[in-house]
């Protein structure tokens, strides 16, 4: 090979404490989605070649050695003063001040295991309120968040005030049993739903449903518990009696749910004799 040869640069805090060292490791082959290199003492590895490429570093096994494809800036010691902060200097002054992985993506846009990476380079502590509790005080949280459920709390409440999991809340939930206060749920009537994910078309012709649906099939969702077939319900109003079989549209336009633009077996001639009888026996005696 004729070609100089190629390394992978490693950021490397050599003594954790901040004294970085730049080390290479020799590419050994690259393909179109890897790259592959040694290790010093020879353990072979391989990265992500795409997303190397797009990111110029890359955060590889357990320890997170980041893997550059330059050879990076060595963070220089006491020159974060001097010189405008770093991105990592940003992300740690939030972490300081107690900010959560998603504080940190939601203001610099940094990846979580960015976040975290810094955390660990930096030595940042979690805050008192997020560090990993003992049992004394995972129980007392307990009795907290079980005296809340019985005085009608919400989860969020209970959970900002005693940070119990929200796994944790429904178990205590559920070993308290009735003596929890049912708390009501807000739900849409029907024709809101209706009137929320209905749009008609330019041309008015049509009303095209932009709800929630599972498959292809058109649903409408209320609540959490309750849910049905938004065309189903449409057909009824439009033809005053319930669809036999599937209901289909009749005017070539997806997601079409205007209930005169709606065909049933019964409609199509393909619904088995019994029930087109008692289809056009229901139609006869409605109209
Ligand atoms: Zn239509």
Redesign the pocket.
Known sequence: MADAPEYLYELWNSDGLGTWKILRHPIEKKTACRIFFTYPGGRRAAVSRQRLEAAGVIHHGTARRRLHLTPPDIPGPGTASESAPTREDQIAELLRAGATYRDVERQLGAAWAEARQVRVDRAIPFPPGRAKRFRAELDAADQAAARMLLAGASVEDIYTETRCSLTRIAALRRELGSRVPARPRPRRAVDEVLALYTRATADG???QWTGPRRGRTKVLIQGRTQRFNVRHLTFERAHGRPPTGRVR?????TD?I?GT?LADAVIRGTAPATATATATATERTSS
């Open positions: 012709g049509h009303q549209s009749t005017c070539g336009l079409c205007t633009h």
